[in-house]
C-alpha cells in the first residue's frame, strides 16, 4: 500500500460483472453535507479511467449527483452508485447524502456496503451526526477509513484535524487513527497558505508528487526526514499493537527492523478486521489533470485494505413462514439471495431497483421471488410474488450498461421489478428466502396534503403508493379521524424532495395544508338529555322518545351503554336501535365535530308507538338526546399525548429540558448511556410536538434523535382549548 508509483489510470472505461467475489470491493462514502464525498468520488472515477474529465463520462453527463432535483437542490438527495475497475479490481462506490433528512439512503449504502469511507472536510471537522454513524458501524465491525479532503482551504491543518479525527473517532484508543501519508506542502501563496502537492508514503519513504497533474515518485529529501521519522514510527507502533503476530512487537521494541513489507501485510489485514483506521488525504484532480491528490493511494488501499464479500457473515435469512436457513458465505453456487437496497423510477426505462447479491448469482431473464415483509407500519403490505428478472445492468451516470449476470458479492440495477420494492428480498422461485429489513429511523414530520384539483385526485393515490415503495423512511397515513392524507417526513427537506417527486415524475399537483391532530370530546360532569323523534303528518309515522343520562368515565373507558328502563318504556327490541343512535353521534362529536369517548350513557326512560315505533326513529332519538345532554353540560376538548424519548448528547441536556417544558411537556426522568448521552423520557401533547423532528435537529446541532408512541388522550387546558377554537373558526 503505497509502494507502487502509478504513472497511468488504472483499468480504463467499462464497469462490467465481476467473475469472482474475490475481485469485488463494495465501499460506501459517508460523511455530513459539504464535505466532498460527490467530488471524490468523481475524483476516483477520473484516475481509474473510468470518466473523461472530472466528474464526466463519454456523453457529458455527471458520474454523480445527476438527478435533475439534485441539481435543482444543490446536495446528494439519493444513493448513487458508481462502479470502477482499479488492478483488476471492481469498486463499486456508493455515494450517500450527507443531510440528515436522506438518512435512508445512507443506511442503504451501509447494508450494501462491505466497507466505509468517512469523509471529513478540513475546513469543517467533525459533526455530531459522523460521530454517530461511525458508532453504528463500529458496532457492526465494519472496516473504515478517513478521508481529509479540502486541504486548499485557507486554514486546513491537516495534522491538527488527524487529531480531531483521533479524538473522535479512537475512542480507547486513538494510536488506531493514524495517517498513512503526510502532505507536501508547496511554495506560499500571497495569502500565506502553502498548497498541497503531494504526499510521503510513512511505510515506503517514498514522496508521491501530484504538481504535475499526475502521481511522480521520488525520495524525500533531508527537510521531510524528521518528521517522516517521528510519524513513521507512531505508525508502525501502531500497526503492530494490532497485529495478529503476538510476538512483533516485543521484537520490535528489541529494536528488530521490521520488514516493510510485513508492515503494509499487518496494516492491510488489521483494516480489513476494522480495528485500524487509516487517514488519508485527497483533493480532485486539476483542470486537464488526469489524476487528484491521493486518489491512487485511495484506490490503492480499498483494493489491498478493504475487505471482499467474502469476508462478511453471511446475512440471516429465512423463509417466507419464518423458518432459518443456513447460507454459505457469499457463494456464486448457493441458492440466490438479494436485496433491494433502492428503488427509483425512470421515465423511460421505468421502475429501476438497486440490488446487492448476497449469495447465488441474479441472471437476466430468470423468474425469482419477490418476498417483502416486515414494513406493514410503513404503509407497506407484506407480498409474495413472483416476477421475471428484466434487463441487468450497471449504472453510470445517466447510462446503464448491460450484464448478464451478477454474482455474489456484487451490485447492480433491475429493471421493470412492478413488485419490488426498497428492503425487499429476490430469491429462486422453488427456494424463497427472506432477509430481514434493515433497522430504518421513524419519519416524525407530518406533511398534511390535498391534491390540487380533480386531475390530480385522479393521480393522487397511485403517486403516493410509487412514493412510498421507492423510499422505506416515509410512511404514507390516511387518517380516518381528522380524513387527512398525511405524508411522514424526517425532515423539511425531505419532504420538498418529496413534493418535488410527485410534481416532476408522477405529475401530481398537491397543495399542503395544516395537520391536525386527533382530538377527543367528553363530558365534564353528569347531565340529562332527552330525545324526542315524532312525525305523524300523513303516512306511516315516526315515534321514538328516550331519556338518558350521560356521566364521565376515566381515561381509556370509550362508551359505556347501561339499560335501566324498567316496565317496558321502550321496547326490548328498540334499545339496541337507541345504543346505535348514540354511537353513532359519538363518534361524530357532540360540539366541535370530534369523537366522544370515555362516557357511561344510561337508558333510564322513553315511550314507543304500537304503529309508528322503529328502528330507525330510535336511533334517530338516541342521537337527539345525547346531543342534548351535551347542550346542558361542559364538553371537555381531549388531546392526544405522546410519550417521548430524546436521546441527546449531555452538552444540550438542560437546552432539550426547556424547550418540552415549553412544550407543556412534563419530564418523567433522565437516564445516563454510553458516549456521553443522556435519554430523556416525558410526556408531550403531540399538538405541540409536530414540527419536533425539525426543531430538535437545530437545538442540538443534528446530534439528537427521539421517538414517540401514543400514550392517551387527557383534557386541553381551557386557554389552548379556546384559541384552537378560534383558529378553527377563521378559518372557516
Partial sequence: ??????????????????????????????????????????????TAGAVNRAGRVEDGGCVSDYDDMEHRQQRSVQLSLVPVEWDGIKINLLDTPGYADFVGELRAGLRAADAALFVVSASDGVDGSTRMIWEECAAVGMPRAIVITHLEAARADFEEMTRICAEAF????????????????????????????????????KLFDYASGERVASEPGEAELPQLDEA???????????????????RYLGG????????????????????????????????????GLGTVELLE?????????????????????????????????ESLVAEVVKTSSDPYVGRISMVRVFSGTLRADQTVHVSGHGMT???????????????????????????????????????????????????????????????????????????????????????????????PTMRLEHNQDTHQVVLWCLGEAHADVA?????????????????????RETFGGRAAGRGRHVKQSGGHGQYAICEIEVEPLPGGSGIEFVDKVVGGAVPRQFIPSVEKGVRTQAAKGV????????????????????????????????????????????IHLLEPVAEVSVLVGDDYVGAVMSDLSGRRGKVLGTEQTSGGRTLIRAEVPEIEIGRYAVDLRSLSHGTARFDRRYARHEPMPAQVADRLREEVRVAS
Fill in 1 to 46: 500500500m503505497g509502494d507502487k508509483a502509478h504513472t497511468h489510470p488504472g483499468a480504463a472505461g467499462r464497469a462490467t460483472a465481476a467473475d469472482h467475489p474475490a475481485s469485488v470491493r463494495n465501499v460506501v462514502l459517508v460523511g455530513h453535507s459539504g464535505s466532498g464525498k460527490t467530488t471524490l468520488v468523481e475524483a476516483l472515477a477520473l
Fill in 170 to 205: 479512537g475512542g480507547d484508543d486513538p494510536d488506531a487513527v493514524l495517517p498513512l501519508y503526510l502532505p507536501l506542502h508547496g511554495p506560499p501563496a500571497p495569502d500565506g497558505h502553502a498548497p498541497v502537492t503531494g504526499l510521503v508514503g510513512l511505510l515506503t519513504r
Fill in 232 to 250: 513513521r514510527s507512531m505508525l508502525i507502533e501502531g500497526i503492530i499493537s494490532e497485529s495478529e503476530d503476538e510476538t512483533l512487537m516485543e
Fill in 256 to 291: 528488530e527492523q521490521v520488514d516493510v513489507k510485513t508492515l503494509i501485510e499487518d496494516l492491510e489485514r488489521a483494516v480489513a478486521r476494522g480495528v485500524f483506521f487509516p487517514v488519508l488525504a485527497a483533493a480532485p484532480a486539476a483542470d486537464g489533470a488526469r489524476q
Fill in 301 to 333: 488501499l480499498i483494493t489491498r485494505g478493504f475487505p471482499t464479500p467474502l469476508e462478511r457473515a453471511a446475512p440471516r435469512v429465512t423463509t417466507p413462514e419464518g423458518a432459518g436457513r443456513e447460507l454459505r458465505m457469499c457463494d456464486p453456487e
Fill in 377 to 471: 407500519d410503513r404503509g407497506h403490505e407484506d407480498h409474495d410474488v413472483d416476477e421475471r428478472i428484466g434487463a441487468l445492468s450497471t449504472p453510470f451516470g445517466k447510462q446503464q450498461r448491460p450484464v448478464s449476470h451478477v454474482i455474489a458479492g456484487d451490485l447492480a440495477c433491475v429493471a421493470k421489478l412492478s413488485r419490488a420494492e426498497t428492503g425487499d428480498t429476490l430469491s429462486a422461485k422453488d427456494d424463497p428466502l427472506l432477509m430481514t429489513p434493515w433497522q430504518m429511523p421513524d419519519p416524525l414530520l407530518p406533511l398534511a396534503i390535498e391534491a390540487h384539483s380533480k386531475p390530480d385526485e385522479d393521480k393522487l393515490s397511485q403517486g403516493l403508493a410509487r412514493l412510498v415503495a421507492e423510499d
Fill in 499 to 519: 413534493l418535488e417527486r410527485l410534481r416532476s415524475r408522477y405529475g401530481v399537483q398537491v397543495d399542503v395544508v395544516p395537520h391536525r391532530v386527533s382530538l
Fill in 591 to 634: 360540539a366541535a365535530g370530534h369523537p366522544l369517548i370515555d362516557v357511561r350513557v344510561t337508558l333510564l326512560d322513553g315511550k314507543a308507538h304500537s304503529v309508528d315505533s322503529s328502528d330507525a326513529a330510535f336511533q334517530t332519538a338516541g342521537a337527539l338526546a345525547l346531543r342534548e345532554a351535551a347542550a346542558e353540560a361542559r
